[in-house]
């Protein structure tokens, strides 16, 4: 028998093995993306999608395109906004736009739901693109954001380090190109600083749910054990978990002031 299997039949192999496949079990940010995007979506709404990229769903994600697929069919429309030339003349499903998230090419009151998927950490201004949110926003529309928790450790790391390192090791450990990596200012990246920004462009029905996210160190022996620590803490402490999804919805009458209608908070996680 060789020393591998060996290792891998003693018990602290077989541990290792144990909490590796727990970890690969664990729900991508983009499946949570996902859930919350059936939960607020209602056949007829005029969606536009910020930030957009060239698909509402990515494509890797299983299932991915029959949720797509679903949205596309009952939507009254769906628009993407973006000023990242590839994403645009890529191929898409959605209509889009290029016009920068500060300064949005639409008439007011004219979506119901407005979704930014991995973008908000991209603004050099967020709480003007929240401004431009809510003015496009059909009163009683609702807005719902995914973005990183810069307490999470990855995304310190990515804060204190250069935008060539960041293409470097998402190019070598898990190959994603360089044009699909866009520099990060996380200049609205907390729960507190969400509501914040929020409620002061006009909205006072703000949530910030939290999801742990994904453990990426699986495959790089010891510093797997770290992370996973990090991602049980994170469990009980919800400051530490790697993902945000703020949901904020416009009053039904157009200002910030009056009552809203509530949004679940049932996301079973």
């Given at each position: 028998?060789?020393?591998?299997?060996?290792?891998?039949?003693?018990?602290?192999?077989?541990?290792?093995?144990r909490?590796?496949?727990?970890?690969?079990?664990?729900?991508?940010?983009?499946?949570?993306?996902?859930r919350?995007?059936?939960?607020?979506?209602?056949?007829?709404?005029?969606?536009?999608?910020?930030?957009?990229?060239?698909?509402?769903?990515?494509?890797?994600?299983?299932?991915?395109?029959?949720?797509?697929?679903?949205?596309?069919?009952?939507?009254?429309?769906?628009?993407?906004a973006?000023?990242d030339?590839?994403s645009?003349?890529a191929?898409?499903?959605?209509?889009?736009?290029a016009?920068?998230?500060?300064?949005?090419?639409?008439?007011?009151?004219?979506?119901?739901?407005?979704?930014?998927?991995?973008?908000?950490?991209?603004?050099?201004?967020?709480?003007?693109?929240?401004?431009?949110?809510?003015?496009?926003?059909?009163?009683?529309g609702v807005?719902?954001?995914l973005?990183?928790?810069?307490?999470?450790?990855?995304?310190?790391?990515?804060?204190?380090?250069?935008?060539?390192?960041?293409?470097?090791?998402?190019?070598?450990?898990?190959?994603?190109?360089?044009?699909?990596?866009?520099?990060?200012l996380?200049?609205?990246?907390?729960?507190?600083?969400?509501?914040?920004?929020?409620?002061?462009?006009?909205?006072?029905?703000?949530?910030?749910?939290?999801?742990?996210?994904?453990?990426?160190?699986?495959?790089?022996?010891?510093?797997?054990?770290?992370?996973?620590?990090?991602y049980?803490?994170?469990?009980?402490?919800?400051?530490?978990?790697?993902?945000?999804?703020?949901?904020?919805?416009?009053?039904p009458?157009?200002?910030?002031?009056?009552?809203?209608?509530?949004?679940?908070s049932e996301?079973?996680i």
């Open positions: 028998m060789s020393k591998a299997s060996v290792c891998d039949q003693s018990p602290e192999g077989s541990a290792s093995s909490l590796r496949s727990r970890a690969m079990q664990e729900e991508h940010e983009q499946h949570f993306y996902a919350m995007l059936e939960r607020h979506f209602r056949p007829g709404m005029r969606w536009l999608d910020a930030g957009c990229g060239h698909s509402l769903i990515p494509a890797w994600l299983k299932g991915g395109q029959h949720i797509e697929q679903k949205f596309l069919t009952e939507a009254a429309i769906i628009v993407g973006d000023v030339v590839p645009l003349i191929h898409s499903r959605i209509h889009r736009v016009c920068r998230l500060e300064d949005l090419s639409f008439q007011a009151e004219t979506f119901d739901l407005i979704t930014c998927n991995m973008v908000v950490e991209h603004l050099a201004a967020p709480t003007k693109a929240f401004s431009e949110f809510f003015r496009v926003l059909q009163p009683g807005v719902i954001m973005t990183p928790n810069i307490y999470h450790w990855a995304n310190v790391i990515s804060m204190l380090t250069p935008f060539w390192f960041h293409r470097l090791v998402l190019k070598n450990l898990w190959n994603r190109e360089p044009e699909d990596v866009f520099p990060t996380y200049r609205c990246n907390t729960k507190s600083s969400l509501v914040r920004s929020l409620k002061s462009v006009g909205f006072s029905n703000c949530t910030v749910y939290t999801a742990p996210g994904r453990q990426r160190l699986m495959e790089f022996g010891p510093l797997f054990y770290p992370e996973y620590v990090w049980q803490l994170s469990l009980r402490f919800d400051d530490l978990r790697e993902i945000l999804c703020a949901v904020a919805q416009k009053s009458s157009g200002t910030g002031n009056a009552e809203y209608r509530p949004i679940p996301l079973g």
